[in-house]
């Protein structure tokens, strides 16, 4: 079988999506499938065609200023790159058939047209956002391809709510459940860019606060850099009880969540947040916000792995003190559950649904 990913960014760009769509093709490819990338060159200096492991990277485009936002932040791409990153997967595509084609929903236009583009096409929709223009981009993406996948059971149910007949899975971003271990309680984390909408700041004050509110000394480690970085470092980098450890290795993260407490995660807007899966991989619970869009709530609440409240300190920090006085059924489910994350359960679900597609395409034909 050959499937061919359309995304915007890919490999050595890092995120959530980069890395998922990275672990999802060199699982497939590991079960025999061939897999192409379709991305755009977003640093100008990359190279045009390029073996990664398992998986064939076809940099259609270059755009060494595709990540720099516009119009004051107002506009996060540059639609002009968009349109031809889109016209140059529809010829790429021409030229050369995939039986299944997955459209990123970013950059949004490429899942236009999925269903010109092969005979099996999936849109992934990591988030739904609110505004009108949204909406109708979110609707011509959702129409554009024959099927839909959705990183969280919660944005399932959204699709087919708002789009009855649509043919909806939800394939989580996977991670490898054995690498990971559940060692000690040691301290608080928070790991993720250090973007405004993540509020990084919230979850450093609600550690603050904690501490003082009951006496306490939780350490938190922060992970992760960002354009907040230097502005929070001025600021709390001389409070004993928060370490900024920046980037570290694979091995580093997971010993760092093999021993920490609890995962804070303040963001108002995210789709599957890797770090949820890794954290209950470790046994570590977390604690978000109940922001509409932040799809980090309904991993948390379908898994029972810790709780969604306000954002606000006072509303953190009585979160953390709900978790610890239920804790072990948290620290359990986490455990538990995670199974369903594992990346052999998730890649063969997918291939399931991908079959099951093949075969409706085959009746509507």
């Given at each position: 079988?050959?499937?061919?990913?359309?995304?915007?960014?890919?490999?050595?760009?890092v995120?959530?999506?980069?890395?998922?769509?990275?672990?999802?093709?060199?699982?497939?490819?590991?079960?025999?499938?061939?897999?192409?990338?379709?991305?755009?060159?977003?640093?100008?200096?990359?190279?045009?065609?390029?073996?990664?492991?398992?998986?064939?990277?076809?940099?259609?485009?270059?755009?060494?200023?595709?990540?720099?936002?516009?119009?004051?932040?107002?506009?996060?791409?540059?639609?002009?790159?968009i349109?031809?990153?889109?016209?140059?997967?529809?010829?790429?595509?021409?030229?050369?058939?995939?039986?299944?084609?997955?459209?990123?929903?970013?950059?949004?236009?490429?899942?236009?047209y999925?269903?010109?583009?092969?005979?099996?096409?999936?849109?992934?929709?990591?988030?739904?956002?609110?505004?009108?223009?949204?909406?109708?981009?979110?609707?011509?993406m959702?129409?554009?391809?024959?099927?839909?996948?959705?990183?969280?059971?919660?944005?399932?149910?959204?699709?087919?709510?708002?789009?009855?007949?649509l043919?909806?899975?939800?394939?989580?971003?996977?991670?490898?459940?054995?690498?990971?271990?559940?060692?000690?309680?040691?301290?608080?984390?928070?790991?993720?860019?250090?973007?405004?909408?993540?509020?990084?700041?919230?979850?450093?004050?609600?550690?603050?606060?904690?501490?003082?509110k009951?006496?306490?000394?939780?350490?938190?480690?922060?992970?992760?850099?960002?354009?907040?970085?230097?502005?929070?470092?001025?600021?709390?980098?001389?409070?004993?009880?928060?370490?900024?450890?920046?980037?570290?290795?694979?091995?580093?993260?997971?010993?760092?969540?093999?021993?920490?407490?609890?995962?804070?995660?303040?963001?108002?807007?995210?789709?599957?947040?890797?770090?949820?899966?890794?954290?209950?991989?470790?046994?570590?619970?977390?604690?978000?916000?109940?922001?509409?869009?932040?799809?980090?709530?309904?991993?948390?609440?379908?898994?029972?792995?810790?709780?969604?409240?306000?954002?606000?300190?006072?509303?953190?920090?009585?979160?953390?003190?709900?978790?610890?006085?239920?804790?072990?059924?948290?620290?359990?489910?986490?455990?538990?559950?995670?199974?369903?994350?594992?990346?052999?359960?998730?890649?063969?679900?997918?291939?399931?649904?991908?079959?099951?597609s093949?075969?409706?395409?085959?009746?509507?034909?």
């Amino acid at each position: 079988m050959k499937l061919a990913i359309i995304t915007e960014v890919y490999h050595p760009s890092v995120g959530g999506q980069e890395i998922r769509y990275q672990e999802l093709a060199e699982k497939l490819a590991a079960k025999g499938v061939e897999i192409t990338v379709l991305t755009i060159d977003y640093d100008g200096k990359l190279l045009p065609k390029e073996q990664i492991g398992p998986v064939q990277v076809e940099r259609l485009i270059v755009d060494a200023d595709y990540k720099v936002l516009l119009l004051g932040g107002r506009l996060p791409r540059n639609p002009a790159t968009i349109y031809k990153f889109t016209k140059k997967c529809r010829e790429y595509l021409k030229r050369h058939p995939q039986d299944v084609v997955i459209c990123n929903q970013w950059p949004v236009m490429p899942a236009f047209y999925g269903r010109k583009m092969g005979p099996v096409s999936i849109v992934d929709i990591c988030e739904f956002r609110s505004g009108r223009i949204w909406d109708y981009l979110e609707r011509r993406m959702m129409h554009g391809c024959g099927q839909v996948m959705t990183v969280s059971r919660a944005l399932e149910a959204q699709a087919r709510s708002r789009y009855p007949g649509l043919i909806v899975k939800t394939i989580p971003s996977g991670i490898n459940v054995h690498n990971y271990r559940d060692s000690g309680r040691n301290h608080f984390l928070f790991a993720g860019r250090l973007e405004p909408h993540k509020h990084p700041e919230m979850a450093i004050e609600a550690t603050l606060a904690f501490n003082r509110k009951f006496g306490e000394n939780a350490k938190l480690k922060i992970l992760g850099s960002g354009k907040m970085k230097e502005e929070l470092i001025a600021k709390y980098g001389g409070e004993p009880a928060i370490e900024f450890c920046g980037f570290v290795s694979d091995a580093e993260k997971i010993d760092i969540l093999a021993n920490a407490e609890l995962l804070l995660l303040p963001s108002v807007r995210e789709g599957f947040p890797r770090v949820i899966a890794e954290c209950m991989a470790s046994g570590v619970p977390t604690l978000t916000t109940d922001a509409p869009d932040n799809g980090g709530k309904d991993v948390v609440n379908d898994f029972n792995v810790g709780l969604a409240v306000p954002l606000g300190v006072d509303e953190f920090v009585e979160g953390i003190q709900a978790i610890r006085q239920n804790y072990e059924q948290y620290h359990q489910n986490c455990l538990k559950n995670c199974n369903e994350l594992d990346w052999d359960y998730v890649v063969d679900d997918f291939l399931s649904f991908v079959n099951q597609s093949k075969e409706e395409e085959v009746i509507n034909v």
